[in-house]
């Protein structure tokens, strides 16, 4: 999942037109932090996620993708329940 957020992260930025220096600007923190979490070497907290898609203009949801990781898991399930049947 958090590469999903890491992913989505640069994508937005970069469609932005909004650089890791001036992203960081906006949310207080430095480059390297911004750097580090469109990488995957750290994940934001919560509250940093939501900071974050406030400073780039789009909903924690799109940020996070979270309904179509929720669908993804939801079908994981699914098809982990469906196999113990045929056991």
């Not at 960081?24 to 750097?35: C, R, W």
């Not at 400073?55 to 179509?68: G, H, N, S």
């Amino acid at each position: 999942m958090n590469k999903k957020i890491v992913l989505n992260l640069k994508e937005i930025r970069k469609t932005k037109q909004i650089s890791q220096t001036e992203l960081a600007k906006k949310l207080g923190i430095s480059s390297q932090a911004v750097q580090q979490f469109e990488n995957g070497n750290r994940t934001p907290s919560l509250e940093r996620a939501v900071e974050i898609a406030q400073a780039l203009e789009v909903t924690l949801d799109e940020l996070i993708e979270f309904r179509r990781i929720q669908t993804e898991i939801s079908k994981k399930y699914i098809k982990e329940a469906k196999e113990k049947d045929l056991d």
